[in-house]
């Protein structure tokens, strides 16, 4: 069966750190570039990071970038997403994803497997 599980997820104060993980199963992510994306209630999902498949190059969105840091790991099947300096408004659902697209795509539409997201919430 083919998934991807997120972890790491969790209650942290403002200033604090976390760190997601995006597990692949049932499939090898080395051909995949992965995106991290989230969703605040009431919000549509966006994309906040990007990892390509070939060359490792990495996306941000302006509203983390410089605070969160993403990475993969092929020999773990899995990608990262360190994220530091949280702030409230990073509070949402993070759901990673997997695309076999090489090129940069923010749209959630042209990614073919979801995990099942992970709560972070960030206190003032």
């Known amino acids: 069966e083919v998934q991807l599980v997120e972890s790491g997820g969790g209650l942290v104060q403002a200033g604090g750190s976390l760190r997601l993980s995006c597990a692949a199963s049932?499939?090898?992510?080395?051909?995949?570039?992965i995106g991290w994306f989230r969703q605040a209630p009431g919000e549509e999902r966006k994309m906040v990071s990007w990892?390509?498949?070939?060359?490792?190059?990495?996306y941000y969105a302006d509203s983390v970038k410089g605070r969160f840091t993403i990475s993969r790991d092929n020999a773990k099947n899995t990608v990262y997403l360190q994220m530091n300096s949280l702030k409230p408004e990073d509070t949402a659902v993070y759901y990673c994803?997997?695309?076999?697209?090489?090129?940069?795509?923010?749209?959630?539409?042209?990614?073919?497997?979801w995990g099942q997201g992970t709560q972070v919430t960030v206190s003032s």
């Open positions: 049932g499939f090898t992510l080395d051909d995949y570039a």
């Open positions: 994803a997997a695309s076999t697209l090489v090129i940069i795509t923010t749209s959630s539409a042209l990614y073919d497997y």
């Open positions: 990892i390509s498949s070939s060359d490792g190059s990495t």
